[in-house]
């Protein structure tokens, strides 16, 4: 297999098998690491002698002191090492998930997890323990097993064994078995799956409650329950030996895959930020380009012109009978034939030859065409005209706040125009690229990783960009983001329906996790960067 060991099945002396040790917070986990360690005495001088002997091997200053209720009485993984006849068994001991201190705590762990498997060159089995006297998975469990599972290799699920603690056997445990196995991500063999009923717990509590009770009565009152755990623990090894073993470098491969699936995430979510910001500046300078318009136009008539009408007297060689009344200045009639006024040939008074004109009335000697009277007149070679006369007015300070819109509005067009258009093309581009790349990776890690990994992965980065696409403004310049936010979102919704289509077909555990042909060689035993492998 190509990410699997070659070392056989059966134990043969000095062998190494080493077990990683995961549970959520109060599962029992600690207590059955103990049990492991102290069993191995009564092998070896009986119960009643070894009883005295018995002591915790958890590492005290790897311990948290303070031990509230529901906080990891594991506060880092370490590997411990116990003799059990002919071979040598490593147990990674993990701090319990989904305690009080909070998710950042988990974050650490899984790191520490994966620093402290990467310390030893193979894994023999994942152990899973679970109290088997919950009624159902709890969220706590649900929580562990999709932390862990992000870093477990697409093989590793096959060397999955399930311990219910708090029980003798299945009979007493009240989980479903189905609905664990819907969570790890894998068919788990009935062969892997043990129930125990730890008394080292009950000599724990023994010894506090009772600290000078004769260890020959907690031996006679123990002696069995021992002596059917130590059953349980070999028939837990034997399973164990027949496991082919996962190089850990596969889990810092996809450890590191899982970190620049990750990055990319990050780096597509701050692109998008930054395109979200850059369109804010770029919206605002619209809006002030939008009021420096108003304002333009609000003094854009700064200059004024004014028309004012004129009545001008003109020469003409014609003589003319005009009308001199205040406001009227009419030519009555244009090339009259009357004699001038003052003619000595014409034996009338000036004012009665107007009489005569061809625009008086004869009874009432009113003119016809402005109807005044026609002592109002004039007979002479003269004639009105109406001139309109034109004069320019400046308001300086409107002139000014125009002048300074007109400028605003050029230097905040050219602005747009020459940086943050062509800035925003970029981000733009950026983000269509980094949409592409962690779909690329979230690829790459489907390659390598276990159902539930890709499963947990694919969620979490759902997550981050359903938060970057409700943060979004819907915006018409923004589309451009959205869109391509979207379009990331569909692809990554449709990975994971099919992959929860295939997880839920028969044959699921075999087809997406046990698919030797999918399996990729490594090329080395330690990680390197995770761009170089992503």
Not at 80 to 107: N, W
């Amino acid at each position: 297999m190509g990410n699997q060991s070659s070392k056989g099945n059966s134990a043969t002396k000095g062998e190494v098998y080493h077990m990683l040790l995961v549970g959520e917070t109060g599962s029992g986990k600690t207590s059955f690491l103990n049990l492991v360690y102290n069993v191995q005495l009564v092998h070896k001088l009986g119960f009643a002698t070894s009883a005295k002997q018995f002591r915790k091997y958890n590492k005290i200053k790897f311990e948290n002191p303070s031990m509230r209720p529901m906080e990891s009485a594991t506060m880092r993984s370490e590997l411990y090492e116990v003799r059990f006849e002919d071979m040598t068994i490593g147990i990674i001991d993990t701090p319990g998930f989904g305690d009080t201190r909070g998710f950042e705590i988990d974050k650490q762990n899984v790191k520490d997890i994966v620093d402290k498997v990467n310390g030893v060159e193979y894994i023999n089995c994942i152990c899973f323990v679970i109290n088997g006297r919950q009624a159902r998975v709890t969220p706590q469990f649900q929580y562990v097993v999709s932390e862990i599972s992000a870093v477990l290799p697409k093989m590793s699920v096959m060397n999955m064994v399930v311990l219910l603690t708090n029980t003798r056997d299945e009979t007493e445990a009240n989980i479903d078995m189905k609905e664990v196995t819907s969570f790890l991500g894998g068919e788990i063999m009935q062969e892997n799956i043990f129930c125990l009923e730890n008394p080292y717990c009950k000599l724990d509590k023994l010894r506090n409650k009772k600290p000078d009770l004769p260890c020959e009565e907690i031996a006679t009152g123990l002696k069995d329950d021992f002596s059917v755990a130590s059953k349980t623990l070999e028939a837990i090894l034997t399973s164990m030996m027949r496991l082919n073993p996962v190089k850990t470098c596969d889990f810092m491969t996809l450890f590191l895959m899982k970190e620049a699936v990750e990055k990319a995430t990050l780096n597509l979510m701050i692109a998008c930020q930054n395109q979200a910001s850059l369109i804010t500046v770029i919206g605002l300078k619209k809006q002030e380009i939008d009021e420096a318009l108003k304002m333009k136009t609000l003094n854009q008539s700064f200059r004024n012109t004014y028309t004012v009408p004129k009545i001008i007297i003109v020469y003409t060689e014609d003589r003319n009978t005009l009308c001199g009344a205040d406001g009227c200045y009419s030519n009555c009639h244009l090339n009259c034939i009357l004699p001038k006024q003052g003619d000595h040939k014409v034996k009338m008074c000036d004012k009665d030859i107007i009489k005569l004109c061809h625009c008086m009335d004869e009874v009432t000697n009113i003119c016809s065409k402005c109807h005044h009277s026609f002592d109002t007149h004039y007979h002479m070679m003269h004639k009105f005209e109406k001139k309109d006369e034109q004069f320019t007015y400046f308001d300086e300070a409107m002139k000014e706040r125009y002048e300074k819109a007109e400028k605003s509005v050029d230097d905040l067009s050219t602005l747009m125009k020459d940086q943050l258009d062509s800035k925003l093309k970029m981000a733009m581009e950026e983000v269509v690229q980094l949409s592409k790349d962690l779909i690329n990776k979230v690829n790459h890690f489907e390659e390598h990783a276990s159902a539930a990994s890709y499963a947990k992965l694919i969620e979490c980065q759902l997550i981050l960009v359903e938060q970057r696409i409700k943060a979004t403004p819907a915006d018409g310049i923004i589309n451009g983001i959205m869109s391509e936010l979207v379009k990331t979102k569909e692809q990554l919704e449709e990975k994971l329906q099919l992959l929860t289509k295939a997880r839920q077909a028969p044959s699921a555990s075999k087809d997406i996790n046990a698919d030797i042909n999918l399996v990729i060689p490594r090329t080395s035993a330690k990680c390197s960067d995770p761009e170089d492998i992503c």
